[in-house]
């Protein structure tokens, strides 16, 4: 409806959060079970493995909104900054608040860490796709919607990477990062 990529990336992550809160949840469930015959040590390591799904949603994410970006930036459309700056608010105020639930627990599990960060992320995409929106409302400077979409994939991309970093090392069940061996 508006045209603008920077809503895309906003709504890409959106749902790419969705997904992996989705799974979060389902595989924090699985990985209360204990062991049986086929798992002797149990299913706790399914929390790993979604952490890692979830840094692989938003890099397949990222790559859409890069390329999106680029393809707005070499063909430009006209846009509305009014609308842009009106859903990019009604995510802030859902995408904190979602990050708000999750800030207790996020140091104590890397499952709710990674929820955590997409939410915070996700924030701060909404935050620049209102900052987007008022520009373009005010100035008519349309090309600040491709920008945007560039910086909220790059944002994404850099809180990501530690994330997959971290995930790989326990599903290779390095040490983990604050163990001190």
Known sequence: ITNSVAILADCLHDLSDTISVGLAWVLERISQK????K???GYKKSTVLVSLLNAAILFVAV???LYESVEKLKHPAPLDGGAIAWVAAIGI????FTAYLFFADKSKDLNVKGAYLHMAADTL???GVLASGVVIKYTGWNVIDPVIG???GLVILYSTWHLLQESLRLALDGVP???DV
């Open 125 to 127: 995409v909404s935050v």
């Open 150 to 152: 560039l910086v909220v």
């Open 93 to 96: 105020v859902v995408n904190a």
């Open 177 to 179: 990062e604050n163990i």
């Open 34 to 37: 204990g062991s049986d015959n």
């Open 39 to 41: 798992y002797t040590y």
């Open 63 to 65: 790559g859409v909104i």
